[in-house]
């Protein structure tokens, strides 16, 4: 027997996540954890439920599963935020415009720059000297 799901992937500096949304009781997996297990920061989560909330169905009847790897913490709560859009926009696609419209849907393009040659850091220079 197989559950008919709907997956997404989101992208946010370096991590990936990779979202999937079916009918359910409310679970919020992330990583074989919970939601506020993973995301303990304050903000991270809200951040990710802000989703559910804008579309309207706060957590009561779909399970989220979601495997996510590389990046630091905003950047993983950022890359399963858009995930999380993409999916329900597969599962409903009347759901777009309200989402894009939160701004759910917009792939954050910043990335780290890379270092430079004679620099310290991407701008950084070193400490002029006169002698």
């Known amino acids: 027997?197989?559950?008919?799901?709907?997956?997404?992937?989101?992208?946010r500096k370096e991590s990936t996540a990779r979202v999937?949304?079916?009918?359910?009781a409310g679970k919020f997996i992330v990583n074989d954890?919970?939601?506020?297990?993973?995301?303990?920061?304050?903000?991270?989560?809200?951040?990710?439920?802000?989703?559910?909330?804008?579309?309207?169905?706060?957590?009561?009847?779909?399970?989220?599963?979601?495997?996510?790897?590389?990046?630091?913490?905003t950047g993983q709560s950022g890359a399963v935020k858009l995930g999380l859009a993409r999916a329900i926009l597969k599962m409903?696609?009347?759901?777009?415009?309200v989402l894009r419209k939160g701004g759910f849907l917009t792939r954050d393009p910043r990335v780290k720059e890379r270092k430079k040659p004679g620099l310290k850091r991407a701008r950084k220079a070193p400490t002029y000297t006169k002698r």
């Open 33 to 73: 954890k919970q939601l506020e297990e993973y995301f303990s920061r304050l903000g991270d989560s809200e951040a990710v439920l802000a989703v559910l909330k804008t579309y309207g169905r706060e957590r009561t009847s779909m399970d989220v599963t979601v495997k996510v790897e590389g990046g630091g913490v």
């Open 92 to 97: 409903d696609p009347e759901a777009g415009s």
């Open 1 to 11: 027997m197989s559950v008919q799901y709907f997956e997404g992937i989101g992208r």
């Open 20 to 24: 999937r949304v079916m009918e359910g």
